[in-house]
């Protein structure tokens, strides 16, 4: 069993290789402005068509034959670049780019070998069409897909990046608004106790009869039903100044390098060289250049994790750079030994490695930015919506606690002191009591202040079950939320323990929609199936790999067994099964597979609406 865990990582791994290209393929990002010019700059180096070399005088026909050669097939692939951004399914436009693209690698040594004889009347070089001809379908199929890869990934990052970024500014001004909403209750209810302290005195120094204490006790009740109503404000009133913002530093190209897989480049580049050098001198002679040519590029991928670890980006990117020049140079000798002194091909590896190099680590670095930069942007917006949504709590709860002391503990005593008043003469005893009572009240206020800051200091959380509301209010500030809760799964959720397991869950498929959605609306459902509730988040959107990448993968399986997320119709679902209770007797409620997203809002019965 052993044995077999490397050899599922690598099939792992190979199966992810595979979806990230198809992926790449399919996006709509493969025949792009910046695949046409580095087409062109390959067309005129790499892919000229060198049998026509005679000489240094003879390099420009070589130069106008593969740029005139180049806009034919560009062109030809106009109608193709159309197809590509209109074609809905991705299947159909997959096949129709690879398809022309093979097609155009196929054509382009004929097409090369047409303009030459109609603009230098010379006659057209036939031979070797099988060598040049794959070579053409290698190289093509490749460095358009890395391009695409690269520029899918760019994309991908600036995308979820640009998303995330906006979410976590506006949870960030949301702290911002709190931070004002916590100054500005703990003014209110200082001033507040104050001047109910002063209108106490003022009523026990005049008259003291029933009209006069009902009009203290009217207020202390005003006073307790504006505060319970700031305590459900929402923040989105609040005023925020706005917090000055860093521009992100330029970054050179040079950063934008990191080192490939090992023995990668060299097998892109044997992919497109050893068909000629088969066609040139025979199968030895490419074998010789296999055996030859993949140990220096493996030595090239050893010297540049050794001499690029724990370096600087852009050192890091001087020494990709210089050890593949390196490499060229090296491989340029190599192949002089197989095609002889005079053809002038043997210059190729000169320009062809460190391009065919710095390609590739240009793709590895944005394949890696584009994940790195999106789990970074997650971990922090996961974590400010919940630290937002504790303060937000923990700032919210001095407010009810002094609406409950006024309405309870003041108010009950001025009943009662109106009561007497309106029976009896007060003595000094009943006034000194009412006096003591309504001040330990007061006092009680402010020291439930202190005690709440306390606690935040401490980093102790609210209450579970207030957490999960005060959550779905959170996300507001960033996205419409619809959210549904049955009536066995709320009588579920007064167990805090359970509840706080499902905000967590919840949390993360806010996160998750706003990765994977540019839509402006996350839908909440909770449920009981069974015995677990059954919580669905899910947005307009589209998973940027197929659903056979697993949910460890996709890092949410610390959500638990059964935890997935998957492609419905023009949703992205996070779905997570939590076991109920085992002493909590809850008959099951079969739950339908889900239908399609638009009756996804009416499928629960009587809900309970959270927000």
């Known amino acids: 069993m052993a044995g077999r865990a490397p050899d599922l990582a690598a099939q792992r791994r190979v199966i992810l290789g595979v979806h990230v290209w198809w992926d790449a393929v399919t996006s709509r990002a493969f025949f792009t402005r910046s695949a046409l010019w580095i087409s062109l700059i390959v067309s005129v180096s790499v892919m000229a068509p060198f049998q026509h070399f005679s000489g240094p005088a003879g390099y420009l026909h070589v130069v106008v034959v593969a740029v005139v050669g180049w806009a034919v097939l560009a062109a030809a692939l106009l109608p193709a670049a159309v197809a590509e951004r209109r074609i809905e399914r991705a299947v159909p436009r997959g096949i129709l780019i690879l398809a022309s693209v093979i097609i155009a690698a196929t054509l382009r040594p004929f097409v090369n070998e047409g303009v030459y004889a109609l603009l230098y009347s010379g006659a057209p070089d036939l031979s070797g069409m099988a060598a040049r001809i794959v070579s053409n379908i290698v190289v093509w199929v490749a460095g358009l897909s890395i391009i695409a890869m690269t520029v899918q990934s760019i994309e991908l990052t600036h995308g979820s990046r640009a998303r995330l970024s906006v979410a976590i500014a506006a949870l960030t001004d949301g702290r911002r608004r709190l931070a004002r909403f916590e100054s500005e209750n703990r003014e209110l209810l200082g001033a507040l106790v104050s001047r109910l302290r002063r209108r106490r005195e003022e009523m026990l120094s005049g008259m003291i009869d029933f009209a006069a204490v009902r009009d203290y006790s009217e207020e202390v009740r005003t006073a307790s039903h504006e505060l319970e109503a700031r305590s459900g404000l929402d923040l989105r009133v609040i005023a925020s100044v706005a917090a000055e913002r860093d521009l992100p530093a330029p970054r050179s190209v040079l950063t934008m390098l990191r080192p490939t897989p090992y023995l990668l480049t060299g097998f892109v580049f044997l992919l497109g060289a050893v068909p000629y050098v088969h066609h040139l001198s025979g199968p030895w002679a490419a074998a010789g250049a296999i055996l030859l040519a993949a140990p220096v590029t493996g030595l090239a991928d050893l010297i540049i994790r050794r001499l690029a670890r724990d370096a600087s980006a852009a050192r890091r990117g001087r020494v990709i750079v210089g050890v593949w020049i390196a490499a060229g140079v090296v491989m340029s000798l190599i192949t002089h030994v197989f095609v002889g002194p005079e053809n002038p091909t043997r210059f190729v590896p000169l320009i062809s490695v460190p391009l065919v190099a710095v ?117 507001r500030s960033v996205v419409g939320v619809e959210s549904t809760i049955s009536n066995a799964a709320a009588n579920a959720l007064a167990d805090p323990v359970l509840s706080r397991r499902v905000a967590t869950i919840v949390n993360e498929g806010f ?71 085992p002493v909590r007797e809850t008959g099951p409620t079969p739950i339908a597979v889900p239908p399609r997203r638009v009756r996804w809002p009416r499928r629960a019965a009587r809900p309970t609406r959270v927000g």
């Open 359 to 475: 390609a590739l680590a240009a793709c590895t670095d944005a394949i890696a930015r584009a994940s790195d930069s999106a789990h970074r942007l997650e971990a922090v917006l996961a974590l400010v919506a919940r630290t937002l949504t504790a303060k937000t709590a923990s700032a919210r709860r001095p407010l009810r606690n002094a609406a409950h002391v006024l309405h309870g503990r003041v108010q009950g005593r001025c009943v009662l002191l109106a009561a007497t008043a309106d029976e009896w003469e007060l003595t000094p005893d009943d006034i000194t009591t009412f006096r003591r009572e309504t001040d330990a009240a007061f006092d009680s206020i402010v020291a439930f202040i202190a005690e709440v800051d306390s606690a935040a200091l401490e980093g102790s959380v609210q209450s579970a079950h207030e957490d999960l509301f005060e959550l779905v209010a959170t996300w």
């Open 511 to 581: 996160v998750n929609a706003i990765k994977h959605s540019v839509a402006k609306e996350v839908w909440v459902d909770i449920d009981v199936t069974g015995d677990a509730l059954l919580v669905r988040t899910w947005s307009t959107g589209v998973l940027d790999h197929a659903p056979v990448v697993g949910p460890q993968l996709r890092g949410i399986s610390v959500l638990g067994a059964g935890a997935r997320i998957y492609q419905r119709d023009d949703a992205v679902v996070l779905e997570v099964p939590v076991p109920l209770s």
